[in-house]
């Protein structure tokens, strides 16, 4: 029986031999080259299949509606969710079947930053959050303590 690390390398030597088989899909779970390289956190791998030409789309989705996003979040993946967003502008808006988008599957200690990527409303309005937030929630501090001079 051959070991999981040669059979990923005869599976990654085959991509790079036949770029186009990275936008086929698994018969029975709709899975692409990229979903299970997102499942699995290789973004190595990811990167490679991305680069491969083969026009691979990065929001493809499973017969259950997953995108490779979906995927890395569900397994916590927070790297591969960064290089999918970030470095390839996997739409952080797509449901899958059950109506949840990739946000709704972070695992409850997920970095605020990475709850931001996703389009989290909670991360927004995080202490931690972005300008506009963090203005937003001066002026109500201002408010409620009614020093409106200093807003």
């Not at 005869?10 to 790079?16: C, K």
Request: glycine share 12%.
């Amino acid at each position: 029986m051959k070991s999981l690390e040669s059979l990923q390398l005869y599976a990654l030597g085959l991509l790079r031999r036949h770029a186009q088989l990275a936008g086929r899909r698994d018969f029975i779970s709709g899975y692409t080259a990229l979903h299970w390289a997102a499942k699995s956190g290789d973004g190595a791998v990811m990167r490679e299949i991305l680069q491969s030409g083969a026009g691979v789309d990065v929001n493809a989705q499973t017969h259950a509606g997953y995108t490779p996003l979906h995927l890395a979040a569900i397994h916590g993946h927070e790297a591969v969710i960064a290089l999918l967003v970030r470095g390839c502008g996997a739409d952080c808006d797509v449901r899958d079947n059950g109506g949840k988008k990739a946000r709704h599957y972070l695992h409850a200690g997920a970095r605020p930053e990475v709850r931001r990527m996703l389009g989290d409303p909670a991360a927004r309005a995080h202490l931690g959050g972005d300008a506009l937030s963090k203005k937003k929630l001066r002026h109500s501090l201002c408010i409620l303590t009614s020093n409106v001079s200093g807003c």
